[in-house]
Structures are given as C-alpha cells and as structure tokens.
C-alpha cells in the first residue's frame, strides 16, 4: 500500500532551522510530483515547495529564500530545509504527491494524489 511518511516537525525560535521529510513506501512506479504544503489556523492552505519529475522546483512566494526542497531515492524522498525561520512560519505542514502505482488487485496502473498526516511546525518569538 502506498504511503506518505512525514518527520521533522517541532517548536523552534525564531531565527532557527528545521528539516522536514517525506517519504513515499510501496510499489511505486512514479512520483509525478512531491510537495509540501501548509495550513495555519485560519488561513488558507498555501504550496509551500514542489517538485516535479523533470526537476522542475517551485517554492512559494512566502518563503523564497529560506527554503531549499530537494529530492533523493528517485524522486520518493523529498527534504524540505527552513532557515531564518518567522513565526508566521507557524502551522501544519502537509505532503502531497500524485503517485502512480500497480493497483492492489487486478493488472493495470492507477494514478493518485496522497496526503501525509501532516506535521506540526511552531515557532516562538
């Protein structure tokens, strides 16, 4: 069964880093695309860093230059290093891909978009 497994949440000052991951377990025959995404109470969910099959990264306008994404074991893994972190920095931070696999039963490919669990990022003043 595919999964996304997230880690690296925590509270931290302001002006500390973190590193997040995501890592995608199961049969996996593509990641079409990995990325991070956040939500702070009462605000809208926002692409925080995305990366694409082609190598294609986009970052969020929120966080250029802080943020550095980067992908490992074939595209299943993606690291999302903060720096210079800000309290509005503060909320949920979630994975999403759009993975394509074998289907559990019968022949064929399926493609579908997967959420984590989601990760708790806090940063103090």
């Known amino acids: 069964q595919v999964q996304l497994v997230e880690s690296g949440g925590g509270l931290v000052q302001a002006g500390g880093s973190l590193r997040l991951s995501c890592a995608v377990s199961?049969?996996?025959?593509?990641?079409?695309?990995m990325g991070w995404y956040r939500q702070a109470p009462d605000q809208r969910r926002e692409m925080v860093a995305r990366i694409t099959t082609d190598g294609t990264t986009t970052y969020g306008d929120n966080v250029k230059g802080r943020f550095t994404a980067s992908s490992n074991n074939n595209g299943k893994t993606m690291s999302l290093e903060i720096s210079s972190l800000k309290p509005e920095d503060t909320g949920v931070y979630l994975c999403?891909?759009?993975?394509?696999?074998?289907?559990?039963?019968?022949?064929?490919?399926?493609?579908?978009?997967?959420w984590g669990q989601g990760t708790q990022v806090t940063v103090s003043s």
């Open positions: 999403n891909a759009r993975i394509t696999h074998r289907q559990d039963r019968g022949p064929g490919l399926v493609s579908r978009e997967y």
């Open positions: 199961g049969n996996v025959f593509i990641v079409e695309y």
